[in-house]
């Protein structure tokens, strides 16, 4: 990169003014929003592109997964059961994980009706959409945030706000703010590999439909689809070159798989974005540690549970394996997974959300403040769901109170959460269904 620089300043026109402004709409981000909204504050969901959904349907990342369902918690129950009542998520089944006779909860959804969904489900909970709109900075006074920078159809322009929520998954918002982050790996560039998702079309229809897409809008269709995904080590997410040339090999890698496949195959389509599993990660007041993970830590404070596994996809080629990572294949990660799938969790405290330095800032998604071993569990769908509820929470009712976020009380939101979050069933009940049969969703 450059070292050189140019200077650009002007002053710009503030489009709007909000008391909660969620950057990011991915499951975090629409979580967030939703939740703000239904409890009482003027709330704005920003997302770079033309829909909401974020890595489910940019990256591609169909896939519903989960060790014991715990983690399912508030709103992905509420956005899971919309996506089946629209055929959008197939049924959930068991079935056994990579090299373990332990068992996994799996599913998968239509993209289009996950941006069909997320849009019902915002815009019922009164919060407003602003679609193609890319962060470009943050406006910080004596270390308070009051607003974001846009760059929209119109130009740049800017949204005051009382509250600002990091959805971004590489927190942008948090880096421009000043906001301390890390990488979670020293020495390193690139935390975790990157991948290219990509659906190929042509393959029949089998009795046990798992892996398939489930057609949204039909009764009962399936598609004849697959995912899969090409991946790539030693990529820097942050470099914005890198990451270009990263995605057109990856394409040209998949141009090549399937020149090779029979002529009934063919590819529907490759993700429009590069699958990132760790950027940033911002440095809050309360951090998950990676004992934290091991030793299934629960806190007072917790505003929700990760029971996912330490799912590390290794960024070199080194042998061998931390012993704590899922695919090491060691005695006391078995152990680990077998503690998992009898319903363990480890909570994510209050703390964990609300950055350092920066007042009136939250974060909530995949870059919460963790360690390497919990972000590589946290960073899940219906994770990065439950922590933006939290955030959405937090900012709706410490703005309500008069008092900052690192000044509310943690109880208040942790008492709030479970009393909400007790509304749904539990979908541990559903534990002991036989393997490889579909699961019916809680109703």
């Given at each position: 990169m450059s070292e050189k620089t140019y200077k650009y300043s002007r002053y710009i026109p503030v489009m709007a003014e909000y008391d909660v402004v969620v950057c990011g709409g991915g499951p975090a981000g629409c979580a967030a929003?939703?939740?703000?909204?239904?409890?009482?504050?003027?709330?704005?969901?920003?997302?770079?592109?033309?829909?909401?959904?974020?890595?489910?349907?940019?990256?591609?990342?169909?896939?519903?997964?989960?060790?014991?369902?715990?983690?399912?918690?508030?709103?992905?129950?509420?956005?899971?059961?919309?996506?089946?009542?629209?055929?959008?998520?197939?049924?959930?089944?068991?079935?056994?994980?990579?090299?373990?006779?332990?068992?996994?909860?799996?599913?998968?959804?239509?993209?289009?009706?996950?941006?069909?969904?997320?849009?019902?489900?915002?815009?019922?909970?009164?919060?407003?959409?602003?679609?193609?709109?890319?962060?470009c900075g943050a406006c910080v006074e004596d270390?308070?945030?009051?607003?974001?920078?846009?760059?929209?159809?119109?130009?740049?322009?800017?949204?005051?706000?009382?509250?600002?929520?990091?959805?971004?998954?590489?927190?942008?918002?948090?880096?421009?703010?000043?906001?301390?982050?890390?990488?979670?790996?020293?020495?390193?560039?690139?935390?975790?590999?990157?991948?290219?998702?990509?659906?190929?079309?042509?393959?029949?229809?089998?009795?046990?439909?798992?892996?398939?897409?489930?057609?949204?809008?039909?009764?009962?269709?399936?598609?004849p689809e697959k995912l899969n995904r090409i991946n790539q080590m030693r990529v820097d997410p942050l470099d914005p070159l890198a990451v270009s040339a990263t995605m057109r090999m990856a394409r040209r890698e998949i141009a090549g798989k399937m020149a090779k496949l029979p002529s009934e195959r063919y590819l529907v389509d490759t993700a429009s974005e590069l699958g990132v599993r760790t950027s940033r990660v911002v440095r809050g007041i309360a951090k998950v540690t990676d004992d934290d993970v091991w030793n299934f830590k629960k806190s007072d404070e917790g505003i929700a549970r990760s029971s996912w596994e330490i799912d590390i996809h290794p960024p070199d080629n080194d042998a061998p394996l931390p012993e704590r990572?899922?695919?090491?294949?060691?005695?006391?990660?078995?152990?680990?997974?077998?503690?998992?799938?009898?319903?363990?969790?480890?909570?994510?405290?209050?703390?964990?959300?609300?950055?350092?330095?920066?007042?009136?800032?939250?974060?909530?998604?995949?870059?919460?403040?963790?360690?390497?071993?919990?972000?590589?569990?946290?960073?899940i769908q219906q994770t990065c769901m439950a922590t933006g509820e939290a955030a959405g929470l937090i900012a709706a009712l410490s703005l309500s109170s008069g008092k900052t976020p690192r000044e509310f009380d943690p109880v208040i939101v942790v008492r709030k959460l479970q009393e909400e979050r007790q509304v749904e069933p539990a979908f541990s009940e559903l534990a002991e269904v036989s393997p490889k049969l579909p699961i019916t969703l809680p109703a």
């Amino acid at each position: 990169m450059s070292e050189k620089t140019y200077k650009y300043s002007r002053y710009i026109p503030v489009m709007a003014e909000y008391d909660v402004v969620v950057c990011g709409g991915g499951p975090a981000g629409c979580a967030a929003a939703i939740t703000s909204a239904r409890n009482g504050a003027k709330t704005l969901l920003i997302e770079k592109n033309g829909y909401l959904g974020g890595a489910t349907v940019a990256q591609l990342v169909c896939v519903v997964l989960s060790t014991n369902g715990v983690d399912f918690q508030g709103i992905w129950h509420e956005w899971a059961k919309r996506l089946r009542a629209i055929n959008a998520m197939a049924p959930i089944i068991r079935n056994s994980k990579f090299f373990s006779d332990c068992l996994w909860f799996r599913s998968s959804v239509d993209t289009e009706g996950v941006k069909r969904v997320w849009d019902d489900m915002v815009e019922e909970s009164g919060a407003d959409t602003l679609l193609l709109a890319h962060i470009c900075g943050a406006c910080v006074e004596d270390d308070r945030i009051t607003g974001v920078v846009l760059h929209t159809r119109a130009g740049l322009q800017a949204v005051h706000a009382n509250r600002v929520i990091d959805a971004t998954g590489n927190a942008d918002v948090c880096h421009d703010a000043g906001v301390p982050w890390d990488r979670g790996v020293t020495g390193k560039l690139w935390p975790q590999q990157v991948s290219l998702m990509f659906r190929a079309g042509g393959f029949p229809v089998p009795g046990n439909r798992n892996g398939l897409q489930p057609g949204f809008g039909g009764t009962g269709a399936y598609r004849p689809e697959k995912l899969n995904r090409i991946n790539q080590m030693r990529v820097d997410p942050l470099d914005p070159l890198a990451v270009s040339a990263t995605m057109r090999m990856a394409r040209r890698e998949i141009a090549g798989k399937m020149a090779k496949l029979p002529s009934e195959r063919y590819l529907v389509d490759t993700a429009s974005e590069l699958g990132v599993r760790t950027s940033r990660v911002v440095r809050g007041i309360a951090k998950v540690t990676d004992d934290d993970v091991w030793n299934f830590k629960k806190s007072d404070e917790g505003i929700a549970r990760s029971s996912w596994e330490i799912d590390i996809h290794p960024p070199d080629n080194d042998a061998p394996l931390p012993e704590r990572w899922l695919h090491s294949k060691s005695d006391s990660y078995a152990a680990f997974t077998r503690r998992l799938s009898r319903g363990e969790w480890f909570d994510i405290p209050y703390g964990c959300l609300i950055t350092k330095k920066v007042d009136n800032l939250l974060v909530a998604g995949r870059c919460i403040s963790s360690s390497y071993l919990a972000q590589a569990s946290l960073r899940i769908q219906q994770t990065c769901m439950a922590t933006g509820e939290a955030a959405g929470l937090i900012a709706a009712l410490s703005l309500s109170s008069g008092k900052t976020p690192r000044e509310f009380d943690p109880v208040i939101v942790v008492r709030k959460l479970q009393e909400e979050r007790q509304v749904e069933p539990a979908f541990s009940e559903l534990a002991e269904v036989s393997p490889k049969l579909p699961i019916t969703l809680p109703a």
